[in-house]
């Protein structure tokens, strides 16, 4: 074991000599601090949890985009398989609004025409609830995109461009059209 020898009373310790320069000639640098250190770290951890942050972020809003496309394709879906379902019972419909338009006005059947014109409006009713709707067509404006024009002629009563009359109603259900509406157009 080394003795230490304790400077004595009166006398001045002398300082510790200065560090030898680094061998590379510049200027030494400071010793890092458990400070410094701990600073370093944490400014590294708050950079990550920034950026994992932001990468949640991202990720949520481009899951909610695709929840809300998952959620707008299902609905598209089931409003097709409706509107194929639906545009197999408009011949039917077409079957009533023929039939109502011979309609007898007298004796029994008028009564039985009454009872026919009761399922013909419950029937309606019930398409109606489904969203259905008939499209609008009789002296507007022919719209290809709701119109099918299958006849063109002379009419002083309309301007040219414009239905003169629906030969068969069409039908939409919300926005999309499930059957056109066959039309004579005015030249």
Known sequence: ?????????????????????????????????PLDKLQKELDEAQA??????DGWQRERAAFANYKRR?????????????GRVIARYLDVLDDFDRA???????????????????????FQNLLEAEGVTRIEAEGKEFDPNLHEAVMHDES???????????????YKLGDKVIRPALVRVAK
Not at 159 to 169: I, N, Y
Request: proline fraction near 12%; avoid cysteine; charged fraction near 25%.
């Open 1 to 33: 074991m080394e003795e230490t020898t304790l400077p004595q009373p009166g006398t001045v310790a002398e300082p510790p000599a200065p560090e030898a320069p680094p061998p590379d000639g510049g200027a030494a640098q400071p010793a890092e601090t």
């Open 48 to 53: 990550k949890a920034a950026e994992n942050l």
């Open 70 to 82: 998952i959620e707008k394709e299902l609905a598209d879906a089931n409003q097709n398989a409706a």
């Open 100 to 122: 109502m338009k011979d309609q007898p006005a007298e004796g029994d059947a008028a009564r039985w025409a009454e009872g026919v014109a009761l399922i013909y409006r419950k």
């Open 156 to 170: 002083e009563e309309h301007p040219a461009g414009h239905v003169t009359e629906v030969l068969r109603q069409g």
